[in-house]
């Protein structure tokens, strides 16, 4: 018979006081046997409304950060975690304005995320933070308003 491919998958969390800048970022890793996870499994939705940098905060603290969307595929396992018939069909990403950056001040693919019909609008001149609608589209708001979150997990997989 065939050789069955076995996949171990690392989930990556960072242990870090994101207070402390100088201090070198440690991490702690978790050995997941196959299957290896999901696309969906990439992002956590947390329906505790936050302002922007309260929930960055909580996703640095406990999973890795705010999500980044890389690509399609990531946009739409995003949007499929939006809880069904949830009241609020916005959260936040890891997005933010200087020059709309991801919140590791990684640059974002155009590609994977497109703005909303009449987004980025930066209404009253103070919505520098970005969220992700259930449709997939993205819009800015003011960071503190609340909303709940998407928080981004990391894995790597390889096979033995």
């Not at 103070?126 to 990391?154: A, M, Q, W, Y």
Request: glycine fraction near 4%; include cysteine.
């Amino acid at each position: 018979g065939k050789s069955q491919l076995h996949f171990y998958c690392y989930l990556m969390a960072q242990k870090q006081s994101f207070r402390q800048k100088k201090k070198k970022t440690s991490y702690t890793f978790d050995i997941k046997p196959f299957p290896p996870p999901s696309l969906e499994s990439t992002f956590v939705f947390n329906d505790a409304e936050l302002t922007w940098r309260n929930a960055q905060l909580y996703c640095r603290r406990n999973h890795v950060d705010l999500a980044y969307i890389s690509d399609g595929f990531e946009n739409s396992a995003l949007v499929q975690l939006f809880p069904p018939k949830y009241s609020q069909s916005e959260a936040w990403i890891g997005l933010s304005k200087n020059l709309w950056l991801w919140s590791d001040q990684s640059k974002v693919s155009w590609t994977s995320v497109k703005w909303a019909e009449g987004q980025p609008d930066n209404t009253n001149g103070n919505e520098k933070c970005g969220f992700v609608r259930e449709t997939g589209l993205i819009g800015d708001e003011d960071c503190l308003h609340p909303l709940p979150f998407f928080c981004s997990e990391f894995y790597f997989c390889f096979n033995s």
